[in-house]
């Protein structure tokens, strides 16, 4: 039966689980725990919060059964909890900073492929030997340290690989302000890097 329902499509497994079949359901989660958690381990980079949101996001799918229209895709939709609920737990423990502008327009020429090419090296799986923890540690900081907004697209994009349209749903914004922020994110994190290499090479 396990093997049965891992067969099925997310659309079938949530009728399922409507029909009151709770396997379907760990199935789901067995599905998504990994790259939930994943995300949220980015976003929020503490552990007791990515506990607590990884908990509520699947209790919000669990008690939202009835209401959950099987037309809609899943994934995008489970996100898009986590992504609320981790920003509210944020707003509870601490004062949000607001990027300026001004403050970035000088960081220097950045391109998508030289953030692709850094951020890569921050993908860790457990079962994956890491020989560059100096880097990885430096994008996890400069990530942690990113306003809110521009860490949660920056995260959507390049970790989880959602599509500008999925990201707008996620966010509940518009695809325009999905582009010019994720662009902002991006002189925003090379600006962070250049800078600390910069500093390194002083040192």
């Given at each position: 039966m396990v093997s049965h329902?891992?067969?099925?499509?997310?659309?079938?497994?949530?009728?399922?689980?409507?029909?009151?079949?709770?396997?379907?359901?760990?199935?789901?989660?067995?599905?998504?725990?990994?790259?939930?958690?994943?995300?949220?381990?980015?976003?929020?980079?503490?552990?007791?919060?990515?506990?607590?949101?990884?908990?509520?996001?699947?209790?919000?799918?669990?008690?939202?059964?009835?209401?959950f229209d099987t037309n809609r895709p899943l994934r995008p939709w489970l996100f898009t909890i986590a992504a609320n609920k981790a920003k509210d737990a944020l707003r509870k423990i601490q004062r949000h900073s607001t990027i300026s502008l001004g403050a970035i327009a000088d960081s220097g020429e950045a391109t998508v492929?030289?953030?692709?090419?850094?951020?890569?090296?921050?993908?860790?799986?457990?079962?994956?030997?890491?020989?560059?923890?100096?880097?990885?540690?430096?994008?996890?900081?400069?990530?942690?340290?990113?306003?809110?907004?521009?860490?949660?697209?920056?995260i959507l994009a390049y970790f989880e690989q959602f599509s500008y349209k999925q990201m707008a749903e996620i966010l509940s914004i518009p695809i325009g302000t999905v582009k010019s922020r994720l662009h902002t994110a991006v002189v925003h994190f090379m600006g962070k890097w250049k800078a600390i290499n910069r500093s390194n090479d002083i040192l």
């Open positions: 329902l891992r067969e099925q499509s997310d659309a079938q497994l949530i009728e399922l689980y409507q029909q009151g079949d709770e396997r379907a359901f760990r199935e789901i989660v067995d599905r998504y725990k990994n790259s939930l958690y994943g995300f949220l381990r980015r976003f929020l980079n503490q552990q007791d919060l990515v506990e607590d949101v990884f908990q509520d996001t699947f209790l919000q799918l669990f008690i939202s059964k009835a209401s492929d030289d953030v692709v090419n850094i951020l890569k090296s921050y993908e860790m799986t457990p079962d994956q030997e890491v020989s560059d923890d100096e880097t990885k540690a430096l994008v996890r900081k400069i990530i942690a340290d990113m306003p809110e907004n521009l860490k949660s697209i920056l």
